[in-house]
């Protein structure tokens, strides 16, 4: 039995627009426009799966007056990735919709925002370098090793983009289709049945949306490019038509670029039950009343669910997330710059060591608003650059064990690149490179990993490491000693005492410690005893002690 089903384009000020789709035999249907800028038109149709477009007089300025141009509905929830980029539409019962997949697990418990540890993942890349003949890189491959990452201990998995970019390999920042799904990494049901499996296991799912630009063919930049962008983009690195959050459409009431961005946040939530957004390059959407926006909607729209609205903003700014800002959280990069200098041997600066790890200092409220990584998909792989310092094999397992040990103890939420667990040294590029899974076959890698999931273990048992509580209570710039405490109201203490030097400390004194009495090392397994304030210990070239009060 046919059902009418509405096609509607929002262009308020183009002079025409038709249907065409395969219900038509590719011939045109004219739409008509209503005062609300849309045009529409109904086409009765019998449940199943349907290829269509749209043809308008652009308003676009790089085109002929009203030229008539094809384009795929900017709303379209499926779009065949070839040449002809139709929109995909799917009708059961009489409704349009994306799939029929059934939820299973929403009424399981999810961890709130200060307990989050991050794991940033780019589908294609994940999964494939095992040991065997099978290309992978697809949602149901993620599946396959979520056992893995709850092994490892992350509680939260951020995805680099996903909405549907040209062609089969990206890192995903070139968004043509904002509701659509990357038809590569498989079908919709997959990707929902992912964050199923996901919050299951009370992993939450962040993605990446981007959006202070589109992919310059996006659908919007072919019916009226400057109604939805700047006419040229207003900044000097631009990576395509920038969305322009300060035109205002006085006959409609709306801010056109307001309205696109979040029907896509709105969609995203509803649809796939995703648990956070990383917002990309916060810094050229500039609009906080917009970002203040967008995240009301998305906390309004996750209802009583956890959700992270967190800034990509660099250099990072306390601004975007105190208690004035717009967003929930902000990338601290600064933490990765510093780390690295001082992992390298390139300096030791005691305020920009301590800055790092506290992120107060620099004017950010506490640990949701902050997060820190060694690594993103910004900078290059730790072992790359470890390489490039010619520090290799053992010794570049020690560093980098270093630095996890500082990332996982400062204030704020960690954050872990894919691989970096167990040392990959590919060097990054935005080209297809899978993580070489074979490399835990090796002493070292399997160390490391070991390392990274006693850690992680570490802060979800202490909790100390979930606050914003730390004081740095020893600091030999001499030696390039540096200590702190992190503490919680209910009696949980862990001190780090950190070596950035090249020299082994033999039985080095450490004085000043808050608390006397027994602490449990926990990266070697013993217990020591701080007698009136001070401890003696041994305390290897760029080793962290990482103490446990009993």
Known sequence: MASSIEFQLFAPYNKSAVLKGCFSDWQDIQMEKGEDGYFRTSVELEDGTYQYKFCVQSKSWFLEPDQLVDVTDPYATGVIDDETQNGVMRIKDGQR??????????????????????????????????????????????????????????????????????????????????????????????????????????IRVIVDGIFNHSESEHPLTQIDHDYWYHHEPPHEFSWGPEFNYEHYDENLDIKPAWKFIGDVVRFWIEEYHIDGIRYDAAKQIENYDFMHWITEQAHKKAGDKPFYNVAEHIPETPRITNVDGPMDGCWHDSFAYCLKDHIFGDTFDLDRLKDALDGKRQGFMGTVNIVNYLTSHDQER????????????????????????????????????????????????????????????????????????????????????????????YEDPEAKVLGYIRWNDQGSQLIIIANFSDNFLEGYAVSQIPESGTWHEWTRDYDVEVVEGTLELDLGEYEAKVLVWQ
């Open 97 to 202: 919709i994306v799939d029929t997949y059934t939820w299973q697990h929403d009424d399981k418990p999810l961890p709130p925002n200060h307990e989050l540890v991050i794991y940033e993942m780019h589908i294609g890349d994940f999964s494939g370098g095992e040991d065997d003949p099978y290309p992978r890189g697809q949602f149901k491959h993620v599946v396959e090793k979520l056992d893995y990452l709850c092994e490892l201990g992350i509680n939260a998995l951020q995805l680099m983009p996903m909405m549907e970019y040209p062609g089969d390999y990206s890192w995903g920042y070139n968004v043509r289709h904002f509701f659509a799904l990357e038809s590569s990494y498989g079908e919709t049901q997959e990707f929902k049945d992912l964050i199923d499996q996901c919050h299951s296991r009370g």
């Open 382 to 473: 730790l072992m790359v650059e470890l390489a490039d310092h010619e520090i290799f094999d053992e010794v570049a397992f020690k560093r980098i064990k270093f630095g996890v040990a500082l990332l996982m103890t400062a204030v704020g939420i960690p954050l872990i690149l894919m691989g970096e667990e167990f040392g990959e040294y590919k060097p990054l590029k935005p080209e297809s490179s899978k993580l070489d899974w074979t490399l835990l076959k090796n002493e070292g890698s399997q160390g490391l990993l070991e390392y990274y999931k006693g850690l992680i273990r570490l802060r979800k048992e202490n909790h100390a490491l979930y606050t914003d509580n730390i004081d740095f209570f």
